[in-house]
Nanobody, 120 residues
Framework: QLQVVESGGGLVQPGGSLRLSCAAS????????MGWHRQALGKQRELVAI???????NYADSVKGRFTISRDNAKNTVYLQMNNLKPEDTAVYYC??????????????WGQGTQVTVSS
């Protein structure tokens, strides 16, 4: 099984920074794409950023230039550095990981979510 655990959320003032971390674990052959999604109150969950095992990244237009996703493959950990945070970034942030089992089956895991609140 594949599992992920997030950490690093909290309350920050507009213009501030936060760093989220997500560690993946489990009896899994390989972990491929890892990413962050978010869901604001009353809105649908949306992709924030994603990174492949090889380091290719993709970002939502709303966070380009402010957020940076990175990963440490040796630790199966993905990070989201969030700078110049805005009130509209307030949401629950969820980590997602995709991988393959030893039998070649697709595996996916979602974290419990971590709250990020941007407010003065």
């Amino acid at each position: 099984q594949l599992q992920v655990v997030e950490s690093g959320g909290g309350l920050v003032q507009p213009g501030g920074s936060l760093r989220l971390s997500c560690a993946a674990s489990g009896h899994i052959f390989s972990i491929n794409a890892m990413g962050w999604h978010r869901q604001a109150l009353g809105k649908q969950r949306e992709l924030v950023a994603i990174i492949t095992r090889g380091g290719t990244t993709n970002y939502a237009d709303s966070v380009k230039g402010r957020f940076t996703i990175s990963r440490d493959n040796a630790k199966n950990t993905v990070y989201l550095q969030m700078n110049n945070l805005k009130p509209e970034d307030t949401a629950v942030y969820y980590c997602n990981a995709e991988g393959l089992s030893y039998s070649g089956s697709f595996r996916e895991a979602w974290g419990q979510g971590t709250q990020v609140t941007v407010s003065s």
